[in-house]
């Protein structure tokens, strides 16, 4: 193994080339919490969680990372929220590309149906393609694309939308109108707060938006979360 031998001030440091872990992020992106320190992370893709029910490849920190502009009109969003006494709630934000890579996997093993009770009941998997709940490449790789809800300001209870975080289906759909008046009036609060901000929808995701003239429009970024 290769190394580079460094003494100072009498204390001997080795730097192992190669497998030393680079902690900067790419020009033009943050760590979210460093904008917004009090906005509530929970990457479900870090944990198990989630539709695949594993770990994705890429995540190796429960850390928020967007685009610098994404953050600072998130940063909008949550104090206008905290105003009602609410807050943000994070599922995942950047996501590099080897994670949809590991999702491209996943999908087309037609035997690991671990979570599909949970995550797609009625969404038979070789169809999760097709019906773009899965893509070869994702808006959340260029870094100004978020998923989200929103929770009580002194409970931390999120609130009801209708239907769970990544749930395959029409129950998902923004407009889905077989809900209850509070889960539709809980999203349209959510809606209406994004884009006040210049966050548009993916009207098949009521949690998912992005960044209206996003600063990378047409990069796919693979830096890992760490």
Avoid at 148 to 168: A, K, V
Avoid at 178 to 200: E, G, H, S
Wanted: aromatic letters at 14%; hydrophobic letters at 35%.
């Amino acid at each position: 193994m290769k190394y580079k031998r460094l003494i100072y001030l009498g204390v001997s440091v080795i730097l192992l080339m190669g497998f030393v872990s680079k902690t900067e992020l790419p020009k033009g992106f943050v760590y979210v919490k460093t904008v917004i320190p009090d906005i509530e992370v929970q990457l479900r893709y870090y944990g198990t969680d989630n539709f695949v029910g594993d770990t994705i490849e890429g995540y190796y920190a429960n850390k928020l990372i967007l685009t610098e502009p994404a953050a600072a009109k998130l940063k909008l969003v949550q104090e206008d929220l905290q105003r009602q006494n609410l807050c943000l709630k994070v599922f995942d934000g950047y996501r590099p590309q080897r994670a949809v890579n590991h999702f491209m996997r996943w999908a087309r093993n037609l035997t690991d149906t671990i979570n599909k009770s949970i995550f797609y009941p009625e969404v038979k998997k070789r169809r999760l393609f097709k019906e773009e709940y899965i893509a070869t490449r994702s808006g959340h790789s260029r870094g100004s694309t978020i998923d989200l809800t929103i929770i009580d300001g002194e409970t931390g209870e999120e609130l009801d939308m209708g239907s769970p975080y990544d749930f395959f289906g029409m129950e998902s759909w923004v407009d889905y109108k077989d809900i209850t008046a509070v889960q539709k009036a809980n999203r349209q609060l959510l809606q209406n707060v994004m884009a006040k901000y210049n966050f548009r929808n993916y009207p098949k995701e009521w949690w998912h938006f992005t960044l209206r003239g996003e600063p990378f429009p047409k990069t796919y970024f693979d830096f890992p979360i760490k």
